[in-house]
């Protein structure tokens, strides 16, 4: 169910934080993603909208939505942070070649018992399972780029 305008200035209230059109436009992009966009990606979706916002402001509104509970910083192995408004319990698999990132919604996961070996005094707040593979786009795209002019594939020595 997408969240109303009404909606997030209810979030944004109930977190103490102000209301403004070009917060409330990040997030809701943010939210209406599945892709886990960068700061970059935002900005670019949000700012034909708002030409005066600016790259900087997207950070501090990520920042600022980080903070306060609302947006999870998903940095997994990439150069730039994603963020995902999507906070209930749930984790990643990552392709290594386009760095796309879906969600994997499997209960099992949730479950996992803590590792075997951590000091009996560390309590473990969160965690997060990653699967990093190649998607079929990409592993075509690996096949294609190994393959000869022929039509076939280089001999190893």
């Keep these: 169910m997408p969240l109303t305008l009404e909606n997030i200035q209810q979030k944004f209230r109930e977190c103490g934080l102000k209301s403004t059109p070009q917060r409330t436009a990040i997030y809701q992009a943010l939210v209406q993603s599945t892709a886990h966009p960068t700061a970059?990606?935002?900005?670019?979706?949000?700012?034909p909208t708002y030409p005066m916002l600016s790259l900087n402001t997207v950070y501090y509104t990520l920042s600022v939505l980080r903070t306060a509970g609302l947006v999870l910083e998903v940095n997994i192995g990439h150069d730039r942070a994603r963020f995902d408004a999507n906070l209930s319990p749930h984790h990643h698999v990552i392709c290594q070649g386009c760095q796309n990132i879906l969600d994997v919604m499997d209960p099992r996961l949730n479950r996992l018992a803590s590792p075997s070996g951590l000091p009996d005094d560390f309590e473990i707040s969160s965690y997060q399972v990653a699967f990093r593979g190649y998607c079929g786009a990409c592993r075509k795209s690996k096949i294609s780029m190994t393959t000869s002019p022929s039509g076939k594939r280089p001999v190893s020595s």
């Design 40 to 47: 970059e990606d935002l900005f670019a979706q949000v700012s």
